[in-house]
């Protein structure tokens, strides 16, 4: 089993930026997918990107395609998320998830490894 810690999330003004990481550990991590989704109150959890195992596929959610953009490092075992152009309505909690596929899958279902969560909010 994989253990995924995500940081960088916090509290900033709407059209603001933030990068948001993802820790992983174990010795797999450059064979599967990994994904960012998230989740607001009240609300189901939804994709937000994914990248394939080499980092040469990416997939994002209409909804932020042109402001996030997803990227790996498989040398740190690190995933990360730039968000840029923030709105109020990226406010939600943020995971990150290990694929049990190698390429960026908007489903989750083809996740079977889930951080923690980082909070984000965006106020305008």
């Known amino acids: 089993q994989v253990q995924l810690v995500e940081s960088g999330g916090g509290l900033v003004q709407a059209g603001g930026s933030l990068r948001l990481s993802c820790a992983a550990s174990?010795?797999?991590?450059?064979?599967?997918?990994m994904g960012w989704f998230r989740q607001a109150p009240g609300k189901e959890r939804e994709f937000v990107a994914a990248?394939?195992?080499?980092?040469?596929?990416?997939a994002h959610a209409d909804s932020v395609k042109g402001r996030f953009t997803i990227s790996r490092d498989n040398a740190k075992n690190t995933v990360y998320l730039q968000m840029n152009s923030l709105k109020p309505e990226d406010t939600a909690v943020y995971y990150c998830?290990?694929?049990?596929?190698?390429?960026?899958?908007?489903?989750?279902?083809?996740?079977?490894?889930w951080g923690q969560g980082t909070q984000v909010t965006v106020f305008s």
């Open positions: 990248i394939g195992w080499s980092g040469a596929t990416r």
């Open positions: 998830a290990r694929g049990t596929v190698n390429y960026a899958a908007s489903t989750a279902t083809l996740y079977n490894d």
């Open positions: 174990g010795r797999t991590f450059n064979t599967y997918a």
